[in-house]
């Protein structure tokens, strides 16, 4: 069955870039009826949506966080990446990246989630 | 976008049943079908239980059911039992922004 995969560093100084990288497995990105997404919750609250990307290349953006984040994709490696600029110790949470279905807009598959610290 | 709300914490027995109740706008949770919840345990990632409103994904026990009236959805868990303590998390498509989640909810079971 398909499944996420989150890599990248686990510490970024602020005003740095947080890079992450999600890989696919178990299936293609290339299907047409997902949208591929990063979720990041800070210690102890809730869920914040941050962006999705489609094949196609397509992107939307949580507004509150659109000046700083760029979503790619690469379909020859099967992976999407998560740029985001600028960060401060606000931005320090586990980074989820999932599957969200095309027609249902729910997220049924789910990374194991990396943690991402910002501090100098 | 403001997130949805949804009470910081529910509690119940085992075997009893509760609700966890999920409100928005017109504009998310009022104006779409596409309402989902999700169940996090402790150190684990979300997992689907719920999807457009009241449809439950292969797999996911039917003590879970979710409905919606106006702008609040409600996720109920009937036959309340341990392993189904944890948070959860409402989620609704957006006219503004494709997707918001709720604030969550502890659900202990006493």
């Known amino acids: 069955q398909v499944q996420l995969q989150e890599s990248g560093p686990g510490l970024v100084k602020p005003s740095q870039t947080l890079s992450l990288t999600c890989t696919v497995s178990g299936g293609s990105i290339s299907s047409g009826s997902y949208y591929w997404s990063w979720i990041r919750q800070p210690a102890g609250k809730g869920l914040e949506w941050i962006g999705r990307i489609y094949t196609s290349g397509s992107t939307n953006y949580n507004p509150s966080l659109k000046s700083r984040v760029t979503i790619s994709v690469d379909t020859s490696k099967n992976q999407f990446s998560l740029k985001l600029s600028s960060v401060t110790a606000a931005d320090t949470a586990v980074y989820y990246c999932?599957?969200?279905?095309?027609?249902?807009?729910?997220?049924?598959?789910w990374g194991q989630g990396t943690m991402v610290t910002v501090s100098s | 976008q403001s997130a949805l709300t949804q009470p910081a914490s529910v509690s119940g027995s085992p075997g009893q049943s509760i609700t966890i109740s999920c409100t928005g706008t017109?504009?998310?949770?009022?104006?779409?079908?596409?309402v989902s919840w999700y169940q996090q345990h402790p150190g684990k990632a979300p997992k689907l239980m719920i999807y457009e409103v009241s449809n439950r994904p292969s797999g996911v026990s039917n003590r879970f059911s979710g409905s919606k009236s106006g702008n609040t959805a409600s996720l109920t868990i009937s036959g309340l039992q341990a392993e189904d303590e944890a948070d959860y998390y409402c989620?609704?498509?957006?006219?503004?922004?494709?997707?918001?989640f709720g604030g969550g909810t502890k659900l202990t079971v006493l």
């Open positions: 989620s609704s498509y957006t006219s503004s922004s494709p997707v918001v």
């Open positions: 017109s504009s998310d949770v009022g104006g779409y079908n596409y």
């Open positions: 999932a599957r969200e279905d095309l027609w249902y807009h729910a997220f049924d598959i």
